[in-house]
T-cell receptor, first 113, second 112 residues
Framework: ETGVTQTPRHLVMGMTNKKSLKCEQH?????MYWYKQSAKKPLELMFV???????ENNSVPSRFSPECPNSSHLFLHLHTLQPEDSALYLC????????????FGQGTRLTVV | GEDVEQSLFLSVREGDSSVINCTYT??????LYWYKQEPGAGLQLLTY?????DMKQDQRLTVLLNKKDKHLSLRIADTQTGDSAIYFC????????????FGQGTTLQVKP
């Protein structure tokens, strides 16, 4: 248990569905991240939120929409996804201005059918 | 550019030492990390090293850093079958967002 909790653990959705991934941390961190892990590719950083403000968006398609309502919660809203978006989506948190490690959640395994 | 490279696969026998290697690009990285991912699970931080250190030891794990060559290695002594997993090297990018750049991961297979 790392202190970062993601729900759901598994999600199967159709290309016309709308769903949301949730991430929660109670570590007192002020930065949260979404990473995408696809087969045979390095982890790709998608979004960075610091103090609830989006500070980085790595050219992610608009069908992925992040939301950070407070420093403990991070969402990834999904709509009209493609089969190639199937992947493991990992949330992480850290102290932005401290050079310490990022703690990861267990991920949501997403399958788009 | 942002690039961290690792070999993709390593197979060892139980009880042997494993050495997983990594090269990175950002010479001003302050921290470098090793994460472990077991099947179906998220990433678990194993250890990290500050860039002004050459070596860090933590029980069965030894991290060596060659800053000149931008080379990082993780040695696991007395490798056990429970060590079978994917190991990711990551560097903390010099931006102040805490962004981590990951390698592709090395799959460690431990044979009995």
């Amino acid at each position: 248990e790392t202190g970062v909790t993601q729900t759901p653990r598994h999600l199967v959705m159709g290309m016309t569905n709308k769903k949301s991934l949730k991430c929660e941390q109670h570590l007192g961190h002020n930065a949260m991240y979404w990473y995408k892990q696809s087969a045979k590719k390095p982890l790709e950083l998608m979004f960075v939120y610091s103090l609830e403000e989006r500070v980085e968006n790595n050219s992610v398609p608009s069908r992925f929409s992040p939301e950070c309502p407070n420093s403990s919660h991070l969402f990834l809203h999904l709509h009209t996804l493609q089969p190639e978006d199937s992947a493991l989506y990992l949330c992480a948190s850290s102290q932005r201005f401290a050079n310490t490690e990022a703690f990861f959640g267990q991920g949501t395994r997403l399958t788009v059918v | 550019g942002e690039d961290v490279e690792q070999s993709l696969f390593l197979s060892v026998r139980e009880g042997d030492s494993s050495v997983i290697n990594c090269t990175y690009t950002d010479s001003s990285s302050t921290y470098l990390y090793w994460y472990k991912q077991e099947p179906g699970a998220g990433l678990q931080l194993l250890t990290y090293i500050f860039s002004n250190m050459d070596m860090k030891q933590d029980q069965r794990l030894t991290v060596l850093l060659n800053k000149k060559d931008k080379h990082l290695s993780l040695r696991i002594a007395d490798t056990q079958t429970g060590d079978s997993a994917i190991y990711f090297c990551a560097e903390r990018w010099t931006s102040n967002t805490g962004k981590l750049i990951f390698g592709q991961g090395t799959t460690l297979q431990v044979k009995p």
